[in-house]
T-cell receptor, first 114, second 114 residues
């Protein structure tokens, strides 16, 4: 069974440019998460989807970040415009749904803003 | 509200010795507790979880964790550490009535030395 797939693995962009990350969750997983992880720190939730509905986006900086999960499967996370402080690893995860099930993580996208 | 604390930034242990990585939590319902491990430049890998039942849960790679409700703790343990166990370990929590929101601790770097 394929795991959570993220692309690209690495991205370097200049500040003020736009960037997008893509995530394909495990088949059948209704819950999809986007986390931000700074070096040596724990993941911080940006947004959580239940199917195609964003049910928790309170930590998403909506002035520059946006996300979508069309048809409740794949998801994209976009930053426009990027700032130097956005440099981090962006992790996507998925789970079957209930809070007692574990989430499975992709390898992440390492973003460097220069 | 929910939170997780990992009081130790780093734990050092000699190979063959037992190891413990500490985690305490705070939730407003019954907790669901998870441990994940992260190797350099990799995503998070699920190790084990506590949902209900026996307080001692066993997981991958010989790891186990003990749930203690009175102390609100969920410490990760292994009877005999290996050098290959050296990695970053994260505790995470969700809870009944909290939807699928998964909150992570700040992580503990485990270093196992010969």
């Amino acid at each position: 069974e394929a795991g959570v797939v993220q692309s690209p693995r690495y991205k370097i962009i200049e500040k003020k440019q736009p960037v997008a990350f893509w995530c394909n969750p495990i088949s059948g997983h209704n819950t999809l998460y986007w986390y931000l992880q700074n070096l040596g720190q724990g993941p911080e939730l940006l947004i959580r989807y239940e199917n195609e509905e964003a049910v928790d986006d309170s930590q998403l900086p909506k002035d520059r970040f946006s996300a979508e999960r069309l048809k409740g499967v794949d998801s994209t996370l976009k930053i426009q415009p990027a700032e130097l402080g956005d440099s981090a690893v962006y992790l996507c995860a998925s789970s079957l749904g209930p809070g007692n099930t574990e989430a499975f993580f992709g390898q992440g996208t390492r973003l460097t803003v220069v | 509200a929910q939170s997780v604390a990992q009081p130790e930034d780093q734990v050092n242990v000699a190979e063959g010795n037992p190891l413990t990585v500490k985690c305490t939590y705070s939730v407003s319902g019954n907790p669901y507790l998870f441990w994940y491990v992260q190797y350099p430049n990799r995503g998070l890998q699920f190790l084990l979880k506590y949902i209900t039942g026996d307080n001692l849960v066993k997981g991958s790679y010989g790891f186990e964790a003990e749930f203690n409700k009175s102390q609100t703790s969920f410490h990760l343990k292994k009877p005999s550490a290996l050098v290959s166990d050296s990695a970053l370990y994260f505790c995470a929590v969700s809870f009944t009535g909290g939807g699928n929101k998964l909150t992570f601790g700040t992580g503990t770097q485990l270093k196992v030395e010969l």
